[in-house]
C-alpha cells in the first residue's frame, strides 16, 4: 500500500461523494497504490450509510464507526492506528483542503522528507474573526513554546510510516496532532496553499471545541502560564513589601494614628483575589489533563468498522 488517506468526517453527507470522486482522479494520476479510511465521528446525517454504501462496492475504502463524538484530533488518530500506506495523508472532507494538492505533498516528500505539510497562504470563506484568532494564536503558541510548531497549518499533510508509528505510542489523551509531529522531529518540509471555502455543510469546530483545541495545544507544549503565575506571585509579593514598610513607617514613625485608604485597599483586596482566581484556573487545566491521563481510559471507541481487527 502507497498511501492511506485519513478522513475524519462529521455531518459531511454533502461532501463525502464529491470528496471521494476527487481523491481517486488524483490516486489514478499517480497511479498508487490507495486506501481511505473515513472515520465516523458521531455524525447525525446520512454521513454513516454513505460511507458503507461506498465501501461495499470498493475495496480501497475502508470505514470506522466511533461509538460517538470524540473531536476531530481523536478521530483523526483513530484513523492513524489503522492505516496501512507507506504515506499517509490527513485531510479535511469538506474540501477546504484540495485533494489535488497531495500530488505536490507527495513529491516533495519523495525529496528526502518524512513529513511535508500544507501551510495555508489565504484562507477563504471564513470569518474574520476565525481568521484573526487563529493567525494570533498559532504566532502566541510558537512564542511560548520550545518546539518549532509550524505556523498557519492545519493538520492537512503527508507523513510517513515512521512518524504514524511513533505517533501510536504517545498516549496521550490531549491530543494536538501538529505539535506532536513537530516534537517528533525528522526532515520537514511544506507546500503552500491557499485554503478554499467550505463545499457544503457548516463547521463542526464550535467556538468551545476550538478553545478546548487552544488549551490542548498550549499545555501540551508549553509551561509558560504557569511560569507566569510563579512570576506574578513574585511581583504582587514585591509590592506588597513596599506597601508594608510605608505602612509601618507612617504607623510607627509618623505616628499616623488612624491611616486612611478605604479604596486602596478594595482594590488590592479585589486585585489579588482576582489574580489567584485565575492562577488557580491556569492550575486547573494542568491538572485536569493530568487528571484525564491518569483515568487511562481507551482514547476513542469503535463500534463498527469493515478492517479486519489485527490478531
Ligand atoms: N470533524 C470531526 N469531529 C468533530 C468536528 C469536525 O471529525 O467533532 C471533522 C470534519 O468532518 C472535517 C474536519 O474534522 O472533516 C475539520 O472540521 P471543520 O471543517 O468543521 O473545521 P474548520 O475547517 O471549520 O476548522
Ligand atoms: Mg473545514
Redesign the pocket.
Same mark, same amino acid.
Given at each position: 500500500m502507497d498511501i492511506s488517506v485519513v478522513?475524519?468526517?462529521?455531518?459531511?453527507a454533502a461532501n463525502i461523494l464529491p470528496l471521494t470522486q476527487r481523491l481517486r482522479v488524483v490516486m489514478q494520476q499517480m497511479s498508487l497504490s490507495f486506501e481511505l479510511i473515513f472515520?465516523n465521528?458521531?455524525s447525525t446525517d446520512s454521513s454513516l450509510p454513505m460511507i458503507k454504501t461506498l465501501a461495499s462496492t470498493d475495496t480501497s475504502i475502508k470505514y470506522i464507526d466511533l461509538s460517538r463524538?470524540?473531536?476531530?484530533q481523536i478521530?483523526?488518530m483513530a484513523g492513524l492506528d489503522e492505516a496501512l500506506g507507506k504515506a499517509v495523508v490527513i485531510i *479535511?472532507?469538506?474540501l477546504?483542503d484540495p485533494p489535488e494538492l497531495i500530488v505536490d505533498l507527495y513529491q516533495k516528500m519523495q525529496e528526502g522528507y518524512e513529513v511535508v505539510y500544507a501551510k495555508r497562504k489565504k484562507r477563504k470563506g471564513?470569518s474574520a474573526a476565525?481568521r484573526w484568532t487563529a493567525h494570533l494564536f498559532y504566532r502566541l503558541l510558537s512564542s511560548i513554546t520550545p518546539i518549532d510548531i509550524p505556523l498557519d497549518t492545519?493538520d492537512f499533510r503527508i507523513i510517513d510510516h515512521k512518524v504514524v508509528k511513533i505517533l501510536r505510542q504517545m498516549p496521550e489523551q490531549n491530543k494536538y496532532l501538529r505539535g506532536q509531529i513537530a516534537w517528533i522531529g525528522f526532515k520537514q518540509s511544506f507546500v503552500s496553499y491557499e485554503r478554499q471555502h467550505?463545499n457544503a455543510g *457548516?463547521?463542526?469546530?464550535t467556538f468551545s471545541?476550538?478553545l478546548g483545541l487552544a488549551w490542548d495545544a498550549v499545555t501540551g507544549f508549553s509551561n509558560f502560564p504557569l511560569k507566569v503565575v510563579s512570576y506574578f506571585g513574585f511581583f504582587t509579593s514585591i509590592i506588597a513589601f513596599l506597601v508594608m514598610l510605608f505602612t509601618l513607617y507612617s504607623r510607627l514613625v509618623l505616628k499616623a494614628a488612624t491611616v486612611s485608604g478605604w479604596a486602596s485597599l478594595m482594590i488590592s483586596v479585589l486585585f489579588i483575589g482576582g489574580v489567584q482566581m485565575i492562577a488557580i484556573g491556569i492550575i486547573g487545566e494542568y491538572l485536569s489533563r493530568v487528571n484525564q491521563n491518569v483515568r487511562n481510559r481507551p482514547l476513542y471507541i469503535v463500534k463498527d468498522s469493515n478492517i479486519e481487527e489485527k490478531p
Open positions: 478522513i475524519p468526517i462529521y455531518n459531511e472515520i465521528d458521531g463524538n470524540f473531536g476531530h478521530a483523526v *479535511d472532507a469538506d477546504q471564513e476565525k492545519g467550505r *457548516d463547521t463542526g469546530y471545541k476550538m
